[in-house]
């Protein structure tokens, strides 16, 4: 049998075939496989923000109740297992390995046939696939990796629910340059007569979604359309009751059940409009006795949710914070959580990017927080280079300390952190991995 770190290799070997869409080549592995998907059970979810989020709240809702569920999501923060979860446990590096031979010898064979080669992704989300059906898994909640109906999860045919968390610009070179367009591609999820669970702000882009849901005959949930006097409304009387940097909590009428205390220990404003996303999906799949679910079950696996790099708390006095705020609505989010928590007081924010993304916009959201600006940079091929960031902050009108890696980034921060009230580090997720390996490291206290 493979090492895990053998494994890793294999795996990454195929990263050579870059990111493609489209579902032929996903097709012709998983029929090698024996098609496990297809006796799954699964809850598919795709939106450019809080996806990860709204997965890990149905997740947890589904373990509460007892559940054998499994977590599909990308990317990791740490570890490669974290992409693979069963019953609140990432994959073991055994079973890992065991899958991953077992797709790889199935792969060696489509391409001696005469068959393309599968991505990386595709070859990742096989190994989810087989290993989710050998565990016998109740339930698979399953994150879209990159837009929806070329995303090789869509292999799914038919979903309990499809579930769109928003519709923002990111990726636009493979989805599309208009949130119309893009709204087209993540709407791919939707099946014929499968629910779908939309909050998707931007008019257009709705309209574009409900269009497709209306020719799959698929019945349309616009939590967007909120607070009408309609009774036929998704979501009503939504009240935030309280905030702290601890837990969230509010109160909204959902379906027919009035929710009167929900308690969230995900922090932010952004992670309410998740909460109800992932609150209507189970409510629906509750109403149409798709899956058994009790009310207190379901707060109780709300309040429990845990998504490690977003707002995650890492050190208390000051406050060390990470969050993958990787594109503009990211960033956006994380602005209006610091002013809310952190108005007045001192913020040091360090931030790395990749070089695709909205880099002005966000610079521009990261400064309305009054933060400190220092500029370090994701260990990825695709990374905006330090010294490139510093330079774009300052020619927007801002000051920047340039901090170069991220293990320097970290030993500034440390021997800054009595002069502020929050430590905060942003961008991209594969900056905030690398932090919080070192954060508590030894070797990071020296100067």
Known sequence: MMTYEQTLEKI??????????????????????????????????????????????????????????????????????????????????????????????????????????PTEFEIITAIAFLYFWKKKVDYVVLEVGLGGKGDSTNIVKKPLAAVITSISFDHMEYLGDTLEKIAYEKAGIIKEKVPVISNVKDRNASKAIASIAKNKHAPFYDLADRNSVSKDCTIQNVSL?????????????????????????????????????????????????????????ILQGMKKAKQIGRFEVLQKKPYVIIDGAHNDDGAKALSNALRKHFSGRRILLIIGMLADKEIDKMISDFADTGAVLVATQPDNPRKLNAEDL???????????????????????????QDNFDAIVFAGSLYLIGNIREMWNHEEYERA
């Open 12 to 117: 990454h070997e195929f990263g050579r075939f870059g990111s493609k869409l489209g579902l032929e080549r996903m097709r012709t592995l998983m029929a090698y496989l024996g098609n496990p998907q297809d006796y799954l059970k699964v809850i598919h979810v795709a939106g450019t923000n809080g996806k990860g989020s709204v997965c890990r709240y149905l997740y947890s809702v589904l373990l509460e109740h007892g559940y054998r569920a499994g977590l599909y999501t990308s990317p990791y923060i740490e570890k490669f297992t974290e992409r693979i979860e069963r019953n609140g446990e990432p994959i073991s590096e055994k079973d890992l390995s065991i899958c991953t031979a077992e797709v790889l010898t199935q792969t060696e064979k489509l391409i001696q046939d005469g068959f393309e080669s």
């Open 241 to 297: 009751n309280r905030t702290t940097m601890d837990s969230y909590h509010f109160s909204a009428k959902i379906m027919d059940t009035v929710y009167d205390d929900i308690a969230l220990t995900m922090i932010g404003e952004h992670q309410v409009e998740n909460a109800l996303c992932a609150l209507t999906a189970l409510e629906i799949l509750k109403k149409e006795h798709i899956i058994d679910l009790s009310k207190q079950m």
């Open 390 to 416: 510093c330079l774009k902050i300052k020619r927007a009108g801002f000051h920047c300390v340039f901090a170069g890696l991220p293990e320097e980034a970290v030993r500034y921060a440390k021997k800054k």
